[in-house]
T-cell receptor
């Protein structure tokens, strides 16, 4: 099936640990994103890549490092996890050309990160 | 930066009734998008509005873009339990989408 898939779906870990979330899309899209959704459901963009190139880097602690090995994959590595990192992290993709903010975004199922 | 404000935050609706959620921006928007997120799910794109005064319908959902392109609304008629979820509007902001806070809809059967 064509989709945006991310793994793992759930991530429960201790404070201070390092973890990674993986995302893959087979929609043929050029642009991929990481969003963070907090407990109040507020969705905020963290990063965006277009064809492996970083184009959006919001004010995010440098403990968060994205990596795009190719345009179909965008991974997120988080160092030294803190309690405040608990949230749902969504990967998304959209087509290019055109402004990324004018293209419908296709979201993955999300990774629910809980920090103990 | 530009933000979209969405009201109400919560909407409790009797099954069969209609309701509307509103999205407002302080600046003119080139377009506005609407998404729906079911409980425990992910945001799903519903529609994009581009033209001033544009009205689009999807079955019981009616989306409207204001004449000044600063506001938008989503009206749902004859609410059903399948309408439960959070509805987000999203507007462009410096190459990225800025999402409203969402309207979370619950339905009383």
């Amino acid at each position: 099936d064509t989709a945006v898939s991310q793994t793992p779906k759930y991530l429960v870990t201790q404070m201070g640990n390092d973890k990674s979330i993986k995302c893959e899309q087979n929609l043929g899209h050029d642009t991929m994103y990481w969003y963070k959704q907090d407990s109040k459901k507020f969705l905020k963009i963290m990063f965006s890549y277009n064809n492996k190139e970083l184009i959006i880097n919001e004010t995010v602690p440098n403990r968060f490092s994205p990596k795009s090995p190719d345009k179909a994959h965008l991974n997120l590595h988080i160092n030294s996890l803190e309690l405040g990192d608990s949230a749902v992290y969504f990967c998304a993709s959209s087509q290019f050309p055109g402004w990324p903010d004018r293209q419908p975004q296709h979201f993955g199922d999300g990774t629910r990160l809980s920090i103990l | 930066g530009q933000q979209v404000m969405q009201i109400p935050q919560y909407q409790h609706v009797q099954e069969g009734e209609d309701f509307t959620t509103y999205c407002n921006s302080s600046t003119t928007l080139s377009n506005i998008q609407w998404y729906k997120q079911r409980p425990g799910g992910h945001p799903v794109f519903l529609i994009q509005l581009v033209k001033s005064g544009e009205v689009k319908k999807q079955k019981r959902l009616t989306f409207q873009f204001g004449e000044a392109k600063k506001n938008s609304s989503l009206h749902i008629t004859a609410t059903q339990t399948t309408d439960v979820g959070t509805y987000f509007c999203a507007g462009p902001n410096d190459y990225k989408l800025s999402f409203g806070a969402g309207t979370t809809v619950t339905v009383r059967a």
